[in-house]
């Protein structure tokens, strides 16, 4: 469910698992995938609309997704199931239907707020009924190789027999690379003299990436705080760039966004852990809004792993 471009199924594909139905309304991201992987099958179709006895699907072994955060995030009204985006109840009915061993959803950590006890009670009330076990987790992207700050909020659910057997996964990374590290040889493409300058002051990871809403927001970084981050990095986060600094372009942070170069959508899928070699339809705030929604494969695998091993005959 809520496949996107594809982050998460990577993830847990690395750990093991095969996809049996991937899910998305978004076209574009379904072209993602089908061009990335064109022997799973993708399905263009609302969530809230799919179930999984029309396409002849009994139960599965994992039941994974990634819910759009904006319906809890604290930049948006946090309407949470009210709002039309939430698809947290979407996948709690589907669990119900097919009655999975595992269940693994990820959204944003404003999810575990005050405000939103009452959603995961109705949430633990489902769970408890079909005899799962879960527990809620934040884990941050950059503990397992990611050079970003992104936590994320993490559900894992599993019949009692399985979940005791089931632990998550440390963290991978004791540092994680910085933008310079990891961005240095990209920006060096078109022979950019200031090039080692410019990863001397990207010396830190990179601030999450955000503007992935499908309903606001064009190809940038974020809001305001967001490209402040980014300034303090040497990037100009109001726009993404179309290419990399050519050989004359002059570092000048004095001059504010005008002396620091953009990212391109390609550079931003390195900082979210996708592979060179992932490709992403659609133009550039298409392609943008698919990566900045994902979640980082490097995550998703390290959980999917975990998951794996809870449920393999030989961890009895």
């Known amino acids: ?65 990634g819910l759009p955060s904006t319906p ?46 009452n959603v995961r009670a109705d949430v633990e009330a489902e769970l408890k009924h079909l005899e799962y076990s879960w527990q809620w987790k934040v884990l941050d992207a950059q503990d397992y190789g990611v050079p970003q700050t992104r936590r994320s909020c993490l559900l894992v659910a599993m019949r009692a027999d399985d979940f005791d057997h089931f632990s998550w996964p440390e963290p991978t990374a004791s540092v994680a690379a910085t933008v310079g590290e990891v961005l240095r040889d990209s920006m060096a493409a078109n022979g950019w003299r200031d090039v080692d300058a410019w990863a001397a002051l990207a010396n830190r990871v990179a601030p999450t990436i955000v503007g992935g809403s499908k309903k606001h927001g064009g190809a940038d970084l974020g809001p305001t705080r967001t490209k402040r981050q980014w300034m303090e990095l040497a990037v100009n986060a109001h726009s993404l760039g179309d290419d990399v600094p050519d050989r004359d372009f002059v570092l000048d942070p004095g001059l504010g966004r005008d002396g620091v170069p953009k990212l391109t959508v390609g550079q931003v899928m390195t900082l979210q852990g996708f592979p060179a070699d992932w490709i992403v339809t659609g133009k550039k705030t298409a392609r943008y809004k698919q990566v900045a929604q994902a979640v980082p494969p490097p995550l998703a695998e390290a959980v999917g792993h975990q998951i794996a091993k809870a449920l393999a005959p030989g961890s009895r």
């Not at 496949?3 to 049996?20: I, K, M, N, S, T």
């Not at 029309?54 to 994992?62: K, S």
Request: proline share 6%.
């Open 1 to 65: 469910m809520g496949a996107g471009v594809g982050g998460q199924a990577l993830g847990l594909e690395r750990a093991g698992f095969d996809p049996v139905i991937a899910i998305d309304n978004d076209p574009h991201a379904c072209r993602t995938l089908r061009a990335n992987r064109p022997e799973w099958d993708v399905l263009e179709i609302d969530f809230k609309e799919f179930v999984g006895a029309d396409f002849g699907l009994r139960t599965v072994d994992l039941l994974s997704g």
């Open 72 to 117: 809890y995030s604290i930049a948006g009204k946090q309407d949470g199931p009210r709002d039309e985006r939430d698809l947290l109840v979407a996948a709690i009915c589907l669990a119900i239907e097919l009655q999975p061993r595992a269940i693994l959803l990820e959204t944003t950590p404003s999810l575990l707020a005050p405000k939103f006890v």
